[in-house]
């Protein structure tokens, strides 16, 4: 079980918090216009990277606040967490 | 029976108090402390079990978590226990044992003729002879293999014992009290760390209570019980006995099965059979030790044959003989320990050494003591059946490739040392990749991945003075990390005997035109021939060998069989264990029971069950409950000897024709606040919210971005910046996650705050013709007429000095108010309601009757709602608006949800208006077409209709708004069912709206 560090909370265990998927994906802008293929990227296509990726993760029985965690998807080492309003390097 | 193999003046069980206990029916004594393998054996009784696949019989091979052979099924008030290690079970009054993996009895058992058949079962016989047939499978082979393999049978009553789940953190976790886990536990205690000492057997000290040795002036046993005594008197230490830290997991967590009473007789009231400990550690020292190898020879499974190293734990710790005529045959100094204790009891001993002339300080004891040795030698082969009776010996050459001599002794007991095997489970299991030792044939942890670090023998530091001086510093080392004490205790002093090195051989060739079986893995029966057979036939990957041969894969996990079966590999293949590699160790360590694994979470535990606060008064009313989600939600109100289909209809019926009121707390509740409020509702719902005015509710539809159909409720504006939103009951925890989500990530830019209210609020849904007439008596200071109250609007009101909130919503089609209280007023109110509402024949309603009023209205639900629909297919299109942007909107004008043929819901009705259209049920032209008929669709749920008294479905067909007045078919393969039906509009009552309004 992993060990997530919250931002807003602290070390707490992986059951705490829901996964919620790849934190590199932005929503395209309300009105705009754009193409069946970009918005099919959008809401389809997720990159599944072997080594580091930044992710969501919900702190849903703890502070309920979205969080980014940059986390190495074979070896499961946590480099770094970030809050949802913090730009990530 | 009297204990024959009993010493007199050695070991550690407590003789003042005496235990029996049954083995097969038959009743021994033995005493506090021993196991069942230690009390067995000093009754003489050597053969407990049969093997797996030839059902050769089996004894006792170790004496711990290694045993691979005596595994036994424990029965107590009439449950089982199966899988139980003999050599690791305590003793209690009462206790009873039985054998498994024999039919019909431990002494003639009839799988034994596979022995006789053993062509038959060579690697990979499941695979080659039991595939054809294939019929054969299910009715023949299986069964056969299953009644005649297997360790024990598990119970299939409800377990009563009591299992636990415990968090723990500490910043030094160490697993096994051997010299190097109480050194490391004492440096890093005395250096203030908060350490936890993990010990699986019920005694501290690991090999110091089994060897000669002294640390700072005191025997090893002396100075274990001073360490371990100070240990517990520390606060920041916790000691814990009989507890197997079984698996190493991501991040430093390491996962322990506590036995807390598997050795008591009857387990107090609220005392727990076994915890599982969830262990955060923010350094981990393996102290696991390490596993004395066999040696391999013809016959090397028979009952008698076992580890030296378990011989001598046998006579130390629980002053048992494991045989009165002991043959040693080992390749180091090891089996030299076992030959003196033997001699020390009284026993004579003969060593079979394979080299040629070591010399060591303990050889020349052996040799002082006058016990008999033979170097050069080998056990060629085990005689005896069921157990040991003699043994053939022989000289072995130099190149250890020819026999010589051979000759038959007579022995009980066969003790074999083939060196050591590190313990390196746990340390590999943290991703550690271990590295081949060529001075000591086996591997050691190499590079930490997580923080650990593997000390003493588990590390190949086979001295003691070695693994004492390491201990002390990498305890000191590690806790300075944590606790910057600085604080370092100073390393006694330690006095062992200087050991020789051992042999390499391990595997003693058969003489000529003999075909003895020789076992590398006892517990699953591989033997040298199913390895070479295995490569004969072209598996060269150790993880194919593995698999095809079974090798490692039993329940033991191959504690005593990995190395020798790898050598093998090597050997044959002319490689270096190296080279070949070794295959991954996985959790757990030990078979963990599935009781402590699950812990209090069976049964009502599972999950928690949600009760609105008019609970009881539903309870006492006769409610049947269902439920939903989490929560029980009353489905009907029986009235004498009503069925659920007649209960439903009244109720039902009474909502069409006066009033009736039902438990709608369970709906998800959710506050919007803020400025911006109203442009977040608008952009999460399909249609338009800025124009909402206070004190008005809207009905709205939210959708995914893939453009699906998440949820749909009202919402309400409460004031200027307050929305009460309402979500449906399976669908609030989800509704949140997502709301938080664009708030937090997309949009943060908007000043909204949302949090859940579902517990604050008890609701009720009053409905019927009656309604508004009840309502003026229920708030006589309100004005809830249709002008005060129209549809959709909102006002606060006074119940009888209860501040309540009235909603004008409907989700049946009929005249309806939800009223709100605060939760613990719930009660209150629905007790006012009733009393107040009997003049205009209120009914309470359940969720069979809320279904049918909404089916039949055309309503849609979850049932229809179900991930796969957009708002179309619903004939929700009218609420998506054209002019605004809002989640999801874009996937809308996708082709395959714009094209004509479209599905869409409609309502389906029998053309025999009696029979009822089981759900699920497939739409078809034809129902004679050709299979797979093609579908138009599917019954999404069916109802009888109370108010035209016929059943009615809901159904979501392709091209449904063009199929209105088609005849059709309902198709039901699982209910075998055909039924001529008629589409018509979804909307089967009151298509218009009028009652709502009215
Ligand atoms: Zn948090």
């Keep these: 079980m992993l060990y997530i560090f919250c931002p807003h909370c602290g070390s707490r265990s992986q059951n705490e918090f829901a996964y919620g998927g790849d934190a590199t994906v932005k929503r395209p802008e309300l009105n705009k216009e754009i193409s069946d293929q970009e918005w099919n990227n959008f809401v389809y296509l997720r990159k599944s990277p072997r080594g580091k990726h930044l992710e969501l993760w919900h702190h849903i029985s703890g502070c309920r606040q979205w969080i980014k965690v940059e986390r190495d998807t074979s070896t499961h080492e946590i480099f770094k967490t970030y809050r949802a309003d913090e730009l990530t390097e | 029976m009297s204990q024959d193999f009993r010493l007199d003046n050695i070991g550690m069980v407590n003789r003042n108090k005496k235990i029996s206990f049954t083995f097969n029916g038959k009743k021994y004594f033995g005493y506090e402390g021993d196991t069942i393998a230690s009390a067995l054996i000093a009754n003489g009784v050597h053969l407990v079990g049969r093997s797996f696949k030839y059902h050769r019989p089996r004894g006792f091979f170790g004496v711990g978590v290694d045993e691979p052979y005596a595994i036994l099924q424990l029965e107590r008030n009439n449950e089982r226990d199966p899988n139980i290690r003999a050599t690791e079970q305590e003793i209690f009054e009462g206790l009873e044992v039985k054998s498994v993996n024999c039919w019909p009895s431990v002494n003639f058992d009839i799988g034994a003729i596979n022995n006789f058949l053993k062509m038959f079962f060579p690697a990979g016989f499941y695979y080659k002879t039991f595939m054809w047939p294939p019929s054969f499978w299910y009715k023949i082979y299986e069964p056969f293999i299953r009644m005649a393999a297997g360790f024990g049978e598990a119970s299939i009553k409800h377990d009563k014992e009591r299992y636990e789940h415990k968090y723990e953190y500490c910043d030094l976790l160490i697993t096994g009290s051997g010299p190097s886990g109480l050194a490391s536990a004492y440096a890093?205690?005395?250096?203030?760390?908060?350490?936890?000492?993990?010990?699986?057997?019920?005694?501290?000290?690991?090999?110091?209570?089994?060897?000669?040795?002294?640390?700072?002036?005191?025997?090893?046993?002396?100075?274990?019980?001073?360490?371990?005594?100070?240990?517990?008197?520390?606060?920041?230490?916790?000691?814990?006995?009989?507890?197997?830290?079984?698996?190493?997991?991501?991040?430093?967590?390491?996962?322990?099965?506590?036995?807390?009473?598997?050795?008591?007789?009857?387990?107090?009231?609220?005392?727990?059979?076994?915890?599982?400990?969830?262990?955060?550690?923010?350094?981990?020292?393996?102290?696991?030790?390490?596993?004395?190898?066999?040696?391999?020879?013809?016959?090397?499974?028979?009952?008698?044959?076992?580890?030296?190293?378990?011989?001598?734990?046998?006579?130390?710790?629980?002053?048992?003989?494991?045989?009165?005529?002991?043959?040693?045959?080992?390749?180091?100094?090891?089996?030299?320990?076992?030959?003196?204790?033997?001699?020390?009891?009284?026993?004579?001993?003969?060593?079979?050494?394979?080299?040629?002339?070591?010399?060591?300080?303990?050889?020349?004891?052996?040799?002082?003591?006058?016990?008999?040795?033979?170097?050069?030698?080998?056990?060629?082969?085990?005689?005896?059946?069921?157990?040991?009776?003699?043994?053939?010996?022989?000289?072995?050459?130099?190149?250890?490739?020819?026999?010589?001599?051979?000759?038959?002794?007579?022995?009980?007991?066969?003790?074999?040392?083939?060196?050591?095997?590190?313990?390196?489970?746990?340390?590999?299991?943290?991703?550690?990749?271990?590295?081949?030792?060529?001075?000591?044939?086996?591997?050691?942890?190499?590079?930490?991945?997580?923080?650990?670090?593997?000390?003493?023998?588990?590390?190949?530091?086979?001295?003691?003075?070695?693994?004492?001086?390491?201990?002390?510093?990498?305890?000191?080392?590690?806790?300075?990390?944590?606790?910057?004490?600085?604080?370092?205790?100073?390393?006694?002093?330690?006095?062992?005997?200087?050991?020789?090195?051992?042999?390499?051989?391990?595997?003693?060739?058969?003489?000529?035109?003999?075909?003895?079986?020789?076992?590398?893995?006892?517990?699953?029966?591989?033997?040298?021939?199913?390895?070479?057979?295995?490569?004969?036939?072209?598996?060269?990957?150790?993880?194919?060998?593995?698999?095809?041969?079974?090798?490692?894969?039993?329940?033991?996990?191959?504690?005593?069989?990995?190395?020798?079966?790898?050598?093998?590999?090597?050997?044959?293949?002319?490689?270096?264990?190296?080279?070949?590699?070794?295959?991954?160790?996985?959790?757990?360590?030990?078979?963990?029971?599935?009781?402590?694994?699950?812990?209090?979470?069976?049964?009502?535990?599972?999950?928690?069950?949600?009760?609105?606060?008019?609970?009881?008064?539903?309870?006492?009313?006769?409610?049947?409950?269902?439920?939903?989600?989490?929560?029980?939600?009353?489905?009907?109100?029986?009235?004498?000897?009503?069925?659920?289909?007649?209960?439903?209809?009244?109720?039902?019926?009474?909502?069409?024709?006066?009033?009736?009121?039902?438990?709608?707390?369970?709906?998800?509740?959710?506050?919007?606040?803020?400025?911006?409020?109203?442009?977040?509702?608008?952009?999460?719902y399909t249609n338009a919210w800025l124009k909402l005015p206070v004190g008005k509710a809207r009905y709205g539809v939210m959708l995914r971005e893939d453009g699906i159909v998440m949820d749909d409720g009202t919402t309400t504006r409460i004031s200027e910046n307050h929305y009460h939103m309402t979500t449906t009951t399976a669908q609030a925890a989800n509704v949140l996650s997502h709301l938080e989500y664009y708030l937090q990530l997309v949009w943060p830019e908007l000043n909204v705050n949302v949090v859940s209210t579902t517990e604050q609020w008890a609701g009720a849904a009053i409905a019927g013709p009656n309604s508004r007439a009840l309502l003026m008596k229920l708030f006589p200071n309100s004005d809830v007429s249709n002008e005060g109250l129209p549809f959709m609007g909102y006002k606060e009101g006074d119940l009888f000095g209860t501040p309540a909130k009235i909603y004008r919503i409907s989700f049946s089609g009929e005249l309806a108010y939800e009223v709100n209280v605060e939760s613990d007023y719930g009660n209150f109110m629905w007790e006012k309601i009733i009393e107040v509402g009997k003049e205009f024949q209120i009914q309470p309603y359940g969720t069979e009757a809320l279904s049918t009023l909404r089916i039949e209205m055309g309503h849609v639900a979850g049932s229809e709602l179900d991930g796969r629909t957009i708002p179309h297919d619903a004939s929700l299109e009218g609420l998506v608006s054209k002019k605004k942007d809002f989640i999801g909107k874009r996937s809308l004008s996708r082709s395959a949800f714009t094209k004509p043929d479209r599905e869409k819901i409609v309502g389906v009705v029998p053309l025999d208006k009696t029979t009822s259209i089981p759900e699920g049920s497939y739409i078809v032209k034809d129902p004679k077409a050709k299979l797979p008929n093609p579908k138009l669709g599917h019954v999404s749920a069916s109802c009888w209709s109370v108010e035209y008294d016929n059943p009615f479905s809901l159904a979501i067909i392709k091209d449904g708004k063009n199929m209105i007045g088609q005849k059709l078919f309902a198709m039901s393969p699982l209910k075998n069912k055909t039924i001529p039906v008629e589409i018509v509009s979804s909307h089967y009552v009151d298509p218009e709206g009028k009652r709502v309004r009215a």
């Design chain 2, 188 to 684: 890093a205690a005395k250096n203030g760390a908060r350490v936890i000492l993990a010990e699986d057997k019920p005694r501290y000290g690991g090999s110091l209570l089994t060897s000669d040795v002294n640390i700072g002036n005191q025997t090893g046993a002396e100075w274990s019980e001073k360490i371990i005594t100070e240990l517990k008197s520390m606060s920041n230490v916790i000691v814990k006995n009989r507890s197997q830290v079984f698996g190493y997991y991501d991040h430093n967590m390491l996962v322990m099965s506590e036995r807390i009473s598997d050795h008591l007789p009857k387990t107090q009231k609220y005392m727990p059979k076994q915890r599982l400990w969830y262990i955060r550690a923010k350094e981990v020292l393996i102290s696991s030790g390490s596993i004395e190898r066999p040696l391999v020879f013809g016959n090397n499974d028979t009952p008698g044959v076992m580890l030296s190293s378990a011989a001598k734990e046998y006579m130390k710790v629980y002053g048992v003989l494991v045989g009165k005529k002991p043959l040693i045959f080992t390749n180091n100094d090891s089996g030299y320990e076992t030959a003196i204790e033997f001699k020390k009891n009284g026993v004579n001993p003969l060593i079979l050494d394979t080299r040629k002339e070591p010399f060591s300080d303990i050889i020349t004891e052996a040799k002082n003591l006058g016990i008999e040795i033979k170097f050069s030698h080998v056990v060629v082969a085990a005689k005896g059946y069921k157990k040991v009776k003699s043994a053939d010996i022989a000289k072995i050459s130099d190149n250890k490739k020819d026999l010589s001599n051979i000759e038959n002794i007579e022995c009980d007991c066969i003790c074999v040392s083939g060196f050591w095997t590190p313990s390196i489970h746990l340390a590999s299991q943290s991703g550690n990749k271990s590295e081949f030792n060529e001075k000591i044939d086996a591997f050691i942890p190499k590079k930490s991945k997580q923080k650990e670090n593997t000390i003493g023998s588990a590390n190949g530091k086979f001295t003691l003075e070695e693994t004492i001086n390491e201990a002390f510093d990498k305890g000191y080392e590690v806790s300075n990390k944590i606790t910057e004490n600085n604080n370092k205790v100073s390393i006694p002093t330690v006095v062992e005997k200087k050991s020789s090195e051992h042999d390499k051989f391990w595997c003693v060739p058969l003489p000529k035109g003999k075909s003895y079986k020789r076992f590398l893995d006892f517990q699953n029966d591989v033997a040298v021939t199913d390895i070479e057979l295995a490569l004969r036939e072209g598996f060269r990957s150790i993880e194919h060998v593995k698999r095809y041969t079974t090798l490692g894969m039993a329940t033991d996990q191959g504690k005593t069989s990995n190395l020798n079966g790898l050598q093998l590999v090597s050997d044959i293949e002319n490689k270096v264990v190296p080279q070949v590699g070794h295959t991954t160790f996985r959790p757990p360590y030990t078979p963990v029971s599935i009781g402590v694994i699950v812990g209090r979470e069976v049964g009502k535990h599972s999950k928690p069950t949600r009760k609105s606060p008019m609970h009881e008064w539903h309870e006492k009313n006769n409610a049947v409950f269902v439920d939903a989600g989490v929560w029980l939600r009353p489905r009907y109100y029986k009235q004498g000897n009503e069925t659920l289909f007649e209960a439903s209809k009244r109720e039902a019926k009474n909502v069409r024709k006066n009033v009736g009121i039902c438990d709608v707390t369970t709906l998800g509740k959710i506050d919007v606040k803020g400025p911006d409020a109203a442009e977040f509702l608008n952009r999460v």
